[in-house]
């Protein structure tokens, strides 16, 4: 993909730094992650229902659709198997996991959106952990972390990626789709150190980002796969 090649050259971590002792108001956002691809028979009802609860929770649910590279669907680049196969195997598509919870797969697709609902209300109900903010300015984006409990892992990843929305994709022989949320790269996947009262301001360049993206970062125990918090930043037109 020759967009994910460009817009990883003009990533730049600056530093780490520790932020001021400080306090943040905030919540436990929940990330949404669903493998599918365009001529996946059943995908579509899932993509309708986290669509629809995008929009019933607003800021606080956040969709990443991987689209596999299954059948001719070249929507996302090839590295998105590898966060396949740091999930599952088998099973098939679509897989939807919720801050790392998963997968859930419905085989009534008209029970997609109240189960969704149920796991979302589930990650929402927990413990917030830790606080994560985005602060924008000029071309740089702050990236504020604040642990406010305690936590035991000792790998946690904070991982940044963009999705691209209204994407246009049509293939011989199928359906003409616009797709919403795709997955186009991970730039960045940071091990980090934070204990309880500890904060971290990580600022990230980015230059003449492109109209329609979204920059989605999250922080992940990549020992239980459990997502911590997320945050994003949208671009629009």
Request: net charge neutral; hydrophobic share 40%; with cysteine.
């Given at each position: ?57 607003k800021d ?162 990549f020992n ?14």
């Amino acid at each position: 993909m020759r967009f994910n090649k460009i817009f990883i050259i003009f990533l730049l971590i600056l530093a780490c730094s520790e932020a001021p002792k400080r306090e943040f108001k905030g919540e436990r956002v929940v990330l949404g992650e669903l493998f599918t691809f365009a001529r996946c028979p059943y995908c579509p009802y899932a993509e309708v229902s986290l669509e629809s609860l995008r929009k019933e929770f607003k800021d606080s649910l956040i969709v990443v659709a991987y689209h596999r590279r299954l059948l001719g669907d070249t929507l996302s680049p090839e590295d998105v198997e590898e966060r396949r196969s740091f999930y599952y195997e088998e099973g098939g598509e679509p897989a939807v996991f919720f801050n790392g919870s998963g997968p859930i797969r419905s085989e009534d697709p008209s029970l997609n959106y109240s189960i969704y609902k149920e796991e979302i209300l589930k990650e929402r109900s927990k413990k917030l952990k830790v606080l994560l903010n985005l602060e924008e300015s000029n071309d740089t984006i702050k990236i504020i972390l604040f642990a406010c409990d305690t936590l035991l892992s000792r790998d946690l990843r904070l991982l940044g990626l963009i999705t691209f929305d209204s994407l246009f994709f049509k293939q011989i022989g199928a359906k003409e789709s616009v797709y919403h949320n795709v997955y186009r790269g991970f730039l960045f996947n940071q091990k980090v150190e934070l204990n309880y009262g500890d904060s971290l301001i990580i600022p990230l360049y980015l230059p003449n980002p492109l109209k329609k993206t979204k920059l989605v970062v999250f922080l992940q125990d990549f020992n239980n796969k459990e997502i911590l918090n997320s945050t994003f930043y949208h671009w629009r037109e």
